[in-house]
């Protein structure tokens, strides 16, 4: 297996996160009944996020937390919502990409639920 090496890359993981986060029974009621997601609009806005996360390329001017504050006013999040983030974001991640980059990512992201589970939850 290769390594992620761009944003061709990220979109691919992306796209399969969330046809597996918006399937599942515990968090997917987030992504369609709470903030119903339009991947159309949504995934270009979280490629330009990890874009700029994991290779330093591109804008992203929002705030992280607060849009995840938002959402837990609509519906309180738990950390076991985190938690199976995390899981499915590793799983798909691990299922197409080995290597620095992906494991930059990983990190990255649980660095950020770690976040969200001390300032939302």
Known sequence: MTDIQNRTDLELIFNSF????????????????????????????????????????????????EIHKNIHVKSPM????????????????DNHFSGLISNKLKTNALSIATVMKTKVV
Not at 78 to 93: G, K, M, P, R, S
């Open 78 to 93: 738990q950390y076991a919502h985190f938690d199976q983030w995390i899981h499915l974001l590793n799983e798909t991640v």
């Open 18 to 65: 969330y046809k597996k986060a918006i399937a599942d029974a515990s968090i997917g009621y987030f992504f369609t009944e709470i903030i119903p997601i339009d991947l159309e609009t949504h995934l270009p806005i979280i490629l330009d996020f990890w874009e700029y996360n994991l290779f330093h390329k591109g804008t992203y001017s929002k705030n992280l937390l």
